[in-house]
């Protein structure tokens, strides 16, 4: 059984492997079910595609999000979803 601290690590190394970036965010973390499976849901925001190169540290930079199912039991990644942001 995986913990949550070696959920969002197992996250973020195949984030960094699947979207080509090491420059992810964790955004949330909960437990749920996926596919009958108890999983870890992990969160990650991304850059996106549109910012551009040279920003002001004030700018704000818009951010994609992807979730990341990761069994407890084994730790396996069990699938990669997009995550649309919700206005608060």
Not at 57 to 71: E, H, L, N, S
Request: hydrophobic content about 45%.
């Amino acid at each position: 059984m995986i913990d949550m601290r070696q959920a969002v690590q197992i996250a973020k190394h195949k984030g960094a492997e699947l979207l080509d970036t090491s420059n992810l965010s964790l955004e949330e973390v909960e437990r749920s079910k996926f596919s009958r499976r108890d999983v870890w849901a992990i969160t990650l925001g991304v850059p996106s595609d549109s910012v551009p190169g040279a920003i002001s540290p004030f700018a704000r930079v818009d951010r994609k999000y992807r979730r990341f199912f990761i069994d407890v039991d084994s730790g396996e990644l069990l699938a990669v979803k997009m995550r649309e942001a919700t206005a608060a």
